[in-house]
């Protein structure tokens, strides 16, 4: 399906990094960062949830969730290496409940249903319209959202912007973002969500927000 990002993000999420990424998985488990989407989602204490994964990548939080509490799952993403790693390991799991989409989500979220639990784990970061997408993905989510982003450090801050230097250099339209934690925070709160957790590793932090 064409879309706003899939050429950006096929040529920046390729197929080389999709496979490296499985076999990091397959070796290690759950990067630190989704282990906390994880262990948010778990703490909800729901049963037979219904996610939605935006920008899910090689599929971890479903692939991990649907051996216990989740029953369904929709994954979105915008890069079609990924989407294809995904699947298959879904497959070679027996997670045939998981419906996947390649689309902008922001293209696509009006026709998708609700769902108990939308995450999205280091996607708003890779996206410029941080408002457009959390406001379609709050309103997808019945429960709860849990995402994970770039925390609002100097060196974070230093970091990204040599990255996007050489990006630009390289004359590679994707660039990577450090969205205000706080307007996401209000945008949020606005859509009726509360923050009830909020853990952090030395690059991500994850927050996890509860419908009141
Ligand atoms: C850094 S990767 C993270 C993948 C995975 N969530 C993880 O943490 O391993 C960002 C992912 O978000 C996807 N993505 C970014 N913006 C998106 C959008 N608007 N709609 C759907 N997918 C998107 C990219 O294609 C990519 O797979």
Known sequence: MPCNCCEMENNTF?????KANLKEYRRRGPAKQTRLILEA?????????????VGGGIGTIHHELM?????????VDASSAYLKIAMDEAKRLGHSEVKFIHADF?????????????????????YPNFRELL?????KSR?????????????????????NFFQKLKKDPFRIF???????????NGEG????STRRLFVWEMSLYQRS
Request: negative net charge; aromatic residues 4%.
């Open 178 to 188: 450090i969205h205000p934690i706080e307007e996401m925070e209000l945008l949020l």
């Open 135 to 139: 406001k379609a993905a709050s309103l």
């Open 106 to 126: 922001t293209d696509v979220a009006d026709d998708l249903p609700q769902v108990d639990v939308v995450t999205l784990d280091r996607v708003v970061c890779c």
């Open 193 to 196: 969500l509360r923050r009830v």
């Open 41 to 53: 989602v778990r703490s909800l204490g729901l049963n037979h949830a219904t996610l939605l994964d």
């Open 143 to 163: 429960t709860a959202i849990v995402l994970t982003y770039p925390r609002e450090t100097w060196y974070l801050k230093m970091g990204f912007a040599i990255a």
């Open 14 to 18: 390729g197929e080389e990094e999709a």
């Open 67 to 75: 051996k216990d509490i989740a029953s369904e799952a929709i994954h």
